[in-house]
């Protein structure tokens, strides 16, 4: 099976960490990049961590907010 673009930038390949979401041309995971911004690197330090660019770390935030818009949150009362 072969790489599947799930995101402009981003790719899942069976062969790379078990298909999780990656940044293409990289085995960098979509959630170590993300992970790391949230916990306070900037987008430069990661860049430069990683070997990314920008387009990569923008790919990264985009497919995020992408599987947000889809996920249904359903509330219940108690």
Do not use: F
């Amino acid at each position: 099976m072969q790489a599947i673009e799930l995101y402009p930038g981003v790719v899942s390949d069976p062969a790379i960490l078990d298909g999780k979401p990656v940044i293409k041309g990289t085995r960098v995971p979509v959630s170590l990049v993300l992970g790391k911004l949230a916990g306070g690197m900037s987008i430069e330090e990661v860049m430069y961590e990683y070997y990314l660019d920008l387009g990569g770390v923008r790919a990264a935030l985009g497919y995020a907010a992408q599987r947000l818009t889809e996920e249904v949150i359903y509330v219940t009362k108690k």
